[in-house]
């Protein structure tokens, strides 16, 4: 993400999100729990933007993404956009749907690692927020729902049908966004949906200590590793290890490369610039 802004001045308040930052750690809440989180479409529309500023300033290096209340986020509002929807023509709705997949796209592309906080509900739009981001660090009561079918639309909603397949296999990702049936926590983490599972309310706790640790960590580092794991996911092996090959030969001519080597020798912890 280049970080080259035009006239506009960065956002001081989003009006759908709780948005704090602290020493490279941005969270991001989703912040109607009175329904769930439930995404309405400025929710959709804030959370592309705000990733998108987050994306070009330099000061962040990771994110959390959590919910407010009882649980993750319950999808897309029933009344303000599943109702909404029902009056639109096709050009709107591709707008709509254009939209939402930008916010994964978002998530996926930008130059920090995300990681989901997910407590109760992560169902429908929620879910994929949820598999969009690098981590998704769960207490017990967490359950998945990929609702799509469930309301007569493709259980490829969203980048879902793309992304759900290469976290969990052809298999499992058939069943869930075929049938639109819950997954529980535990079974979430067998079949790799969840990457940490913690004691019932520590999942928010567990995603702020991890995210410390990326902030803390080689910035750049993390930022190609994420970048190189998305873009080499269609790439055959001749081309995905000239990528890696390109990637390293300039990360080896960095300041953090050369950081390590400095801290190796004088028995230090290296002080990692993100350079």
């Not at 599972?197 to 803390?216: F, K, S």
Request: with cysteine; glycine share 10%.
């Amino acid at each position: 993400m280049s970080p080259f802004t035009g006239s506009a001045a960065r956002t001081p308040d989003w009006r759908h999100l709780r948005v704090k930052l602290d020493d490279g750690v941005a969270t991001v809440t989703l912040a109607r729990p009175e329904k769930l989180n439930a995404l309405t479409f400025g929710a959709y529309a804030d959370l592309r933007d705000l990733l998108a500023e987050l994306s070009r300033e330099r000061a962040v290096r990771a994110l959390v993404l959590a919910g407010e209340g009882r649980g993750f986020c319950s999808g897309g509002d029933v009344d303000e956009i599943i109702g909404a929807t029902l009056s639109m023509d096709t050009a709107e709705l591709l707008d709509f749907n254009r939209m939402t997949g930008q916010v994964v796209r978002a998530v996926r592309e930008c130059p920090f690692p995300v990681i989901a906080a997910v407590h109760g509900v992560a169902a429908g739009a929620g879910a994929v927020l949820a598999l969009a981001a690098d981590f998704r660090v769960a207490d017990p009561s967490a359950r998945f729902a990929f609702l799509f079918t469930r309301v007569g639309l493709s259980g490829g909603d969203m980048g879902a049908a793309y992304l759900l397949p290469r976290v969990v296999g052809l298999g499992h990702a058939t069943r869930l966004l075929m049938l639109g049936e819950p997954v529980r926590a535990s079974e979430a983490e067998r079949i790799g949906l969840i990457s940490q599972l913690t004691d019932e309310g520590h999942a928010d706790e567990a995603a702020q200590i991890l995210a410390r640790r990326l902030a803390d960590g080689p910035a750049l580092a993390h930022a190609q590793t994420k970048a190189l794991l998305t873009a080499e996911l269609d790439m055959p092996l001749a081309a995905s290890v000239e990528m890696d090959a390109a990637t390293q030969a300039l990360l080896m001519n960095g300041e953090d490369y050369a950081e390590f080597h400095a801290a190796f020798t004088e028995k230090r912890p290296p002080k990692w610039r993100g350079r």
